[in-house]
């Protein structure tokens, strides 16, 4: 029930053609995925591969690239993963089809909950949830006596108290690369103010109190994370962790089974997680909740959209969850939560739970607007209010242009 509610409301890698071993049958159709490279994207991409000529290239700066790969013609990849988040310029363009037909073909083991539908169609398939939520170093906190913050005022408290003490580089880290990753940051901190992106006309509603809280909220963590925070996004924090350089970070649900990945990490069984701090007492988690899944291209052969469904199918399956339990808050059935999902499971079932992040064309024009003019204010260019007045004239500038605000 916890999951269908939630579904309702880093780096480059190649991946080769694997040999055909635990998948149902032997594809014989060449076939490309492009997705972000976290660790779920690599289990379900892996079991993918199982089917035999597939080569998934996971690719953290994947929303980007998608767009035009997706427009040639024929497209350069057959399979996408997308979010909720970064679907729009794909539906908007036409370039991803509407899989019913597929599903009564090859989704029978599918969950109501996974099916993404725009307009009555199914549009993707979802795979997992996902929000950022609070990790910690277990550790750390107990050695100095300091309660798992709830509230941002809490986090910069303990912050304060871990820099006193010098047992890290940096008391936080923060997906605070200019651009996305900076842009995603204020549309987490805003509705923790009781803020609300747009008004009755499409016009942006960020121009506000609840504006000028939510940067001012960002800006005062500064002072406890690497000077190089405008290029710090997900992989980047990842590391941080994993190399000891930090004891918090509001973090991808996705990134949590990296800390305890021997291979990589040298914080194994030290990081646990906790629901995303709120902006105010009592308030919502200052976060937004997303789904990942997969979509199949429009500009390819019915033959190849076939291949690619029947693989992705392989890639979302049991078998690949019961291997992969804990790289994923996933919707598939088999899966069991466990520690790793303890923050998302905290954040989504808040007496006030966050918004789902939301999925239009207007946010995806203010999603650019804010990640463009925000590095102006966290370097001392420019203050607050002009920074607010920055975004509301770029994404009113766009928003004209594409023709969703007169």
């Known amino acids: 029930m916890f999951l269908k509610k939630i579904a309702l409301a880093g780096a480059i890698s190649l991946l080769g ?16 995925s492009l997705s972000a490279g976290f660790e ?41 993963g997308v979010s909720n988040g970064t679907i729009t ?26 099916l993404i539908r725009v307009n009555g169609q199914i549009m993707a398939i979802a795979m997992m949830v996902n929000t950022q939520h609070l990790m910690y170093r277990e550790d750390i906190l107990a050695d100095l006596g300091i309660a798992v913050p709830t509230t ?12 006193e003490a010098g047992v890290v580089d940096y008391p936080l880290g923060a997906t605070m690369a200019s651009g996305w990753n900076l842009a995603q940051e204020f549309v987490n901190m805003y509705p923790g103010f009781g803020g609300t992106y747009f008004n009755d006309d499409n016009s942006t509603a960020v121009n506000s109190e609840a504006g000028l809280k939510a940067l001012e909220m960002m800006k005062e963590g500064l ?22 350089k930090i004891a918090m970070a509001n973090l991808w649900a996705s990134r ?13 069984g030290k990081v646990k997680m906790a629901a995303a701090p ?10 937004t909740l997303w789904w990942d899944g997969i979509v199949i291209a429009t500009n390819i052969s019915d033959e190849e959209a076939d291949a690619a469904f029947r693989v992705a199918m392989e890639g979302l399956d049991e078998e690949m969850v019961k291997a992969n339990n804990d790289a994923a808050i996933w919707l598939i059935p088999g899966y069991v939560p466990g520690e790793v999902a303890l923050g998302t499971v905290q954040t989504a079932t808040a007496p006030t739970p966050p918004p789902a992040y939301p999925s239009t064309t207007q946010m995806g024009l203010l999603h650019t607007a804010l990640g463009n003019e925000i590095p102006a204010f966290l370097t001392g260019e420019r203050d607050a209010a002009a920074t607010l007045a920055a975004i509301e004239a770029s994404y009113t500038t766009s928003a004209r242009e594409a023709g969703v605000m007169q």
């Open 17 to 32: 053609s694997g040999a055909w071993a635990a998948c149902a049958f032997e594809n014989t159709v060449p076939l490309k």
């Open 40 to 80: 779920a994207w690599k289990a379900v991409t892996d079991a993918m591969a199982e089917c035999g000529n597939f080569q998934a290239e996971l690719d953290q700066e994947f929303r980007t690239k998608q767009p035009a790969a997706f427009e040639a013609s024929p497209a350069l990849y057959q399979i996408g």
């Open 89 to 114: 310029p794909l539906l908007n363009a036409g370039t991803i089809r509407p899989l019913d037909d597929l599903v009564t073909k090859y989704g029978q083991n599918l969950a109501p909950n996974q």
């Open 152 to 163: 941002w005022d809490e986090v910069y408290a303990a912050a304060a108290k871990i820099k």
């Open 223 to 244: 002072q406890y994370m690497d000077p190089e925070v405008l290029v710090s996004d997900s992989t980047y924090v990842q590391q941080q962790f994993q190399q000891g």
């Open 256 to 268: 949590a089974g990296a800390m305890d990945d021997a291979a990589e990490s040298q914080v194994v």
């Open 278 to 287: 709120m902006a105010v007492p009592g308030g919502a988690p200052a976060t």
